[in-house]
């Protein structure tokens, strides 16, 4: 029998330790789930870094290997000189992305042209190339003779762009239309990203970027991106000072690796034949294992212990590059990277608790105030999303993450938007953000009036002018006439070349929108007429702009596929302005309506009558009047 003292004791002792032995096992617990957090949340860092950069890396050469695969001095000749005017355009482009490797182009008749940077290769990659003393770039080019036999010349210039080598291999053995980069592009006749392979002359491995050239020769425009210098980028951003991180294709072929560097001179140097180095050469068992356990899921989180006793986190996760390119990510990240800090976190935190007890309703005050302003400041910016509003000069900061996180993803929305309105019309993207214009395929019969407009001679005018100055010169000759199209509400559907579609009436409803119409042919050749004065003080050729206007039904709607569509206008009415347009050349006119918005807007403008006309494509005969000016009372 226990006295109360001593069961009052052992009580009081046994509550004590199993208070004890609780607070123990949370904090364990904590610790464990705290440095599993802080691994986890380096390891999210990690791989958004290391995708993102893939990503943005061939995300920017696609669009500008799409730029130049349509580009004139690439695509309209498979005649390659050395003085030719793509290398330069190929020189521009390394030193836009300095992430490329090199620039190429293949054509069907064998023809090569390769521009590639060589100051970035090691000493044995430039053995390769047998490249001289301070070469930087080396200019490949191909010519088939007509005996069929595939030649080269590589051209080796210094930083100034002065040759300071020359090399005539004939018999290099190099044709573009056996490589699988070529024979793959032109087969699907579309823009790809390869999987990894070892490049041809300099044996390192790259992932090639694709497409088809768009002109009057066929062949195959690409970029290459060097894996190694990627691979060093991602291993310099892996998680703690043990952990590592594990980039393949679906293949297996390694894109990013620790010890990249010598697996691909093991590659190279392989018994049968050189060969990428895989993911499955790789005998750690902690790779292995992690492997396994993931079995091809495209998400995975787990822990494993080594051989060594160190206990790893690991998440694997697939990824797209493409529509037609699937890749995985192994992150392996040690916990006692993460341990020993978090230890000190809380040690210190609890200290900071205690000193900070007295002050801390001032402190929550203090707090909630920020994040008060923070959140009245996004709420700002998101009224100013739904009026396309442009947005301010940066963006709503905050020390909490997810409220700074939500002011940066609100100010890109915010830009987004803005720009978005840049390119399609406003009064679209407001009906779009709104959900009163559908994003599904079809549309509906609506009234409108289109106008079409067109400049003369710009064949002509284009033959003989430099392009730069040419686009330059187009571009201030829409945006005038955009300025008189928006000014009475109309919306521009599109540029096709030098002409331009716009249309009244859609989305939004304008019970006046033949005048519209009519008074913007008037405004907007007033305005070139203003321009025009512009150009000829500058030395340019004017731009004499031919409109053509018509009012009718049209289908009016969402027009395209399920992955990419346009809100337009389709139909008969669309057609004969077009036709109406180019009946200004017949006529020796500038301004050219049907009989439907003569009879409407008679009484605004005067017009001047011509007969009844078939105009090309149609079967019916049209009525036409020339529009001269507004009529005496509404000048």
């Known amino acids: 029998m226990f006295t109360f003292r001593t069961s009052l004791t052992f009580a009081v002792m046994a509550f004590i330790v199993a208070l004890a032995v609780l607070l123990i096992a949370i904090q364990v617990l904590a610790l464990r789930w705290a440095t599993h957090e802080a691994a986890s949340a380096y390891m999210d860092a990690t791989s958004a870094k290391a995708l993102g950069r893939l990503r943005t890396e061939i995300s920017t050469m696609a669009?500008?290997?799409?730029?130049?695969?349509?580009?004139?001095s690439v695509a309209d000749s498979n005649e390659r000189t050395e003085t030719g005017h793509a290398i330069p355009?190929?020189?521009?482009?390394?030193?836009?992305?300095?992430?490329?490797?090199?620039?190429?182009?293949?054509?069907?008749?064998?023809?090569?042209?390769?521009?590639?940077?060589?100051d970035g290769l090691n000493d044995e990659q430039r053995g390769r190339l047998r490249a001289t003393p301070h070469a930087n770039i080396a200019i490949n080019l191909v010519r088939p003779t007509p005996s069929g036999d595939l030649p080269m010349r590589r051209i080796f210039e210094d930083q100034q762009g002065n040759q300071v080598g020359q090399l005539d291999l004939w018999k290099y053995g190099y044709d573009a239309r056996k490589r699988s980069w070529y024979r793959e592009t032109v087969k699907a006749d579309r823009a790809l990203v390869s999987s990894p392979y070892l490049a041809f002359s300099i044996g390192a491995p790259?992932?090639?970027?694709?497409?088809?050239?768009?002109?009057?020769?066929?062949?195959?425009?690409a970029a290459d991106l060097k894996l190694d210098s990627f691979s060093?980028?991602?291993?310099?951003?892996?998680?703690?000072?043990?952990?590592?991180?594990?980039i393949f294709d679906s293949t297996g072929a390694l894109i990013a690796h620790p010890n990249f560097a010598q697996f691909t001179v093991d590659a190279m140097t392989h018994p049968s034949q050189p060969q990428l180095p895989s993911i499955k050469e790789i005998n750690s068992g902690v790779v292995q294992e992690?492997?396994?356990?993931?079995?091809?899921?495209?998400?995975?989180?787990?822990?494993?212990?080594d051989d060594h006793g160190r206990d790893f986190l690991f998440r694997m996760t697939k990824f797209n590059l493409g529509e037609q390119y699937n890749a995985n990510i192994l992150l392996l990240a040690a916990q006692e990277d993460f341990a020993q800090g978090v230890r000190k976190l809380q040690f210190t935190g609890l200290i900071l608790a205690i000193i900070a007890s007295a002050a801390f309703i001032p402190v929550i005050w203090i707090f909630?105030?920020?994040?008060?302003?923070?959140?009245?400041?996004?709420?700002?910016?998101?009224?100013?999303?739904?009026?396309?509003?442009?947005?301010?000069?940066?963006?709503?900061?905050?020390?909490?993450?997810?409220?700074?996180?939500?002011?940066?993803?609100?100010e890109l929305a915010q830009r987004a938007m803005w720009s978005f309105a840049h390119f399609v019309p406003k009064e679209i993207v407001q009906r779009i953000v709104d959900d009163s214009i559908s994003t599904e395929l079809g549309g509906a019969r609506e009234e409108i009036t289109v106008v079409f407009t067109d400049v003369r001679d710009f064949t002509t005018i284009a033959e003989s002018a430099d392009p730069d100055t040419l686009m330059h010169q187009t571009s201030r000759y829409f945006s005038v006439l955009t300025e008189a199209f928006l000014a009475e509400g109309g919306t521009v559907d599109k540029f096709i070349g030098d002409a331009v579609m716009v249309f009244w009436n859609a989305p939004n409803p304008q019970p006046d929108h033949v005048e519209r119409a009519c008074r913007t042919a008037l405004a907007g050749r007033a305005a070139c007429e203003e321009l025009?004065?512009?150009?000829?003080?500058?030395?340019?050729?004017?731009?004499?702009?031919?409109?053509?206007?018509?009012?009718?039904?049209?289908?009016?709607?969402?027009?395209?596929?399920?992955?990419?569509?346009?809100?337009?206008?389709?139909?008969?009415?669309?057609?004969?302005?077009a036709r109406l347009e180019g009946l200004n050349k017949q006529f020796g006119t500038t301004i050219l309506v049907s009989e439907g918005v003569y009879s409407r807007v008679q009484h605004c403008f005067q017009f001047r009558a011509f007969e009844s006309v078939v105009a090309k494509g149609m079967t019916k005969e049209t009525r036409i009047f020339e529009l001269v000016g507004a009529a005496i009372g509404n000048q």
């Open 532 to 577: 025009n004065s512009q150009f000829e003080t500058e030395g340019l050729k004017p731009f004499f702009t031919r409109f053509g206007i018509h009012v009718g039904e049209a289908v009016v709607g969402n027009l395209g596929s399920t992955e990419r569509m346009n809100y337009t206008a389709l139909g008969n009415t669309v057609n004969l302005a």
């Open 368 to 410: 909630g105030g920020g994040m008060s302003r923070s959140l009245r400041d996004i709420t700002a910016q998101a009224v100013k999303l739904q009026t396309l509003a442009a947005p301010g000069p940066s963006s709503v900061t905050s020390r909490i993450k997810e409220v700074h996180e939500l002011g940066s993803a609100m």
């Open 206 to 221: 790259v992932i090639t970027v694709s497409a088809p050239l768009r002109g009057k020769v066929s062949g195959v425009l």
């Open 63 to 72: 669009s500008l290997v799409h730029v130049l695969a349509t580009s004139s």
């Open 290 to 305: 992690a492997l396994r356990r993931s079995d091809g899921r495209d998400h995975y989180d787990g822990s494993i212990r």
């Open 232 to 246: 060093e980028f991602v291993q310099a951003q892996r998680p703690g000072a043990h952990g590592s991180v594990l």
């Open 89 to 118: 355009l190929f020189k521009a482009a390394l030193q836009e992305l300095p992430q490329m490797d090199s620039v190429y182009a293949g054509f069907e008749n064998g023809a090569w042209l390769q521009v590639r940077r060589i």
